[in-house]
């Protein structure tokens, strides 16, 4: 009895350690390294080529948890989809204050590529009719406070086209 309880505690420690941070699937994962303190949501948009003409029917929301400090924000798309695009708007809370992105981390099957800080920015770039950005700290926020619509990143050019290209690339 003892030797089947330490094989199905081995089995479950096993299946811990080997399921956490598994990026060899068939999903994109985006990390988001930010600090959003209240309660929201994320609208996640994309395209499956280079154009950039975004629609809600290819997108989703990605509910976020308000914290004061660092969180890692996950975007994981289903197997089915690889975005060559991607929009992301930050949120409906008018009452939320500056968005701090300080990382974002782009993994695919064994390939990942990472940007921070003012990098972000070389990839994607604000919707300056509704967003203000600050690259010395990364935030960004609501150009009117009143707005409904939330800060909002867009494809910098090709620039974020290209880096996803070649993250599903098969080196």
């Given at each position: 009895m003892k030797t089947i309880k330490i094989m199905c505690f081995t089995?479950?420690?096993?299946?811990?350690?080997?399921?956490?941070?598994?990026?060899?699937?068939?999903?994109?994962?985006?990390?988001?390294?930010?600090v959003i303190q209240k309660t929201d949501s994320i609208n996640v948009y994309y395209t499956r080529s280079n154009s950039i003409d975004f629609t809600d029917t290819q997108s989703f929301w990605i509910k976020v948890t308000g914290n004061k400090k660092n969180q890692n924000i996950q975007i994981i798309f289903p197997d089915s989809i690889l975005p060559k695009q991607i929009r992301l708007d930050f949120g409906r809370n008018i009452l939320q204050n500056d968005v701090v992105l300080n990382k974002m981390d782009f993994n695919y099957k064994n390939n990942s590529f990472s940007v921070k800080g003012k990098e972000i920015f070389y990839i994607l770039r604000v919707d300056e009719s509704n967003t203000i950005v600050d690259k010395l700290n990364g935030s960004i926020r609501r150009k009117t406070p009143k707005q409904i619509k939330g800060p909002s990143l867009y494809p910098q050019g090709d620039k974020l086209f290209n880096r996803l290209n070649e993250l599903y690339s098969e080196k």
């Open positions: 089995a479950v420690l096993f299946l811990f350690f080997n399921c956490e941070n598994d990026y060899n699937t068939n999903q994109l994962v985006i990390t988001i390294d930010a």
